[in-house]
């Protein structure tokens, strides 16, 4: 379990303690923002790589004890997440990498963004929560609440280096958008564009849940619709 540990403290400090900080001008400046990028991902590669490893490994220390109806719960949630994570990475966003200056003031709010302005974050986290709800161990919550950890707190950071970086501009697009899904729907700010999102991204989306389903018995050794019943 201390190998987990340190997995899950290296992500978090690696992720962050770069990202977030003056290092990453630092490294910039001296590397140039390619090589950044190239280094920055090899580092994530290596930290997410050694916490799989150090999950696998780890130790089977039961916090709460198993029911049917847990199963069900990444099987409600992941189809959610798995919209968001397609619809994220294919819909122009200001946060994405590379394009911190493609935010336009009149129009940023398309699709997937105008019910959070974080989806793959968010995405991410939908995944974490609901698989920690249906192992109930506790190397599975180290693990999967990294990630969730991972995942919200980078919400908050995008939100203030952005506020920094386009200043006005970015102000303008929170006040059309929200971090937690369908929080400025829920509060008349915004509305939902079903032709923004399209059938192709859900349909996608849907493709992507069959087929983690399928191949989940043969990747993970468990099999979810099995759990269930």
């Known amino acids: 379990m201390i190998q987990l540990l340190l997995a899950a403290a290296f992500l978090i400090a690696s992720h962050y303690g770069i990202s977030s900080t003056p290092l990453r001008r630092w490294l910039v400046d001296r590397l140039g923002e390619r090589a950044y990028l190239a280094l920055y991902s ?3 590669l290596v930290a997410i790589v050694w916490l ?18 847990m199963a069900l719960v990444p099987l409600l949630l992941m189809p959610v997440a798995l919209i968001f994570l397609v619809a994220g990475v294919s819909t122009p ?28 974050m968010w995405a991410i ?28 707190i980078g919400t908050h950071l995008l939100d203030r280096k952005y506020a920094a970086r386009l200043g006005p501009d970015w102000q303008r ?7 937690v899904p369908f929080g400025a729907i829920a509060a008349g700010r ?8 399209g059938w192709l991204r859900i349909g996608a989306a849907f493709a992507l849940y069959i087929a ?4 989940h018995p043969w990747l993970f050794g468990v099999s979810p619709m099995g759990a269930v019943g």
């Open 52 to 69: 799989s490893i150090a999950y696998a490994r780890a130790p089977d220390v039961e916090l709460w004890p198993f029911a049917p109806w």
């Open 212 to 215: 983690l389903l399928l191949l």
């Open 173 to 179: 697009f929170v006040s059309v958008t929200s971090n």
């Open 42 to 44: 090899v580092i994530a």
């Open 93 to 120: 966003n200001p946060t994405a990498v590379g394009t911190p200056d493609m935010l336009d003031p009149e129009d940023a709010a398309r699709g997937i963004l105008r019910i959070t302005r974080h989806p793959v």
């Open 190 to 197: 915004q509305r939902i564009v079903f032709e923004e999102i």
């Open 125 to 152: 986290a939908l995944f974490a929560f609901s698989h920690m709800v249906a192992n109930g161990d506790l190397a599975s919550l180290i693990f999967f609440g990294t990630l969730a950890a991972l995942a919200l």
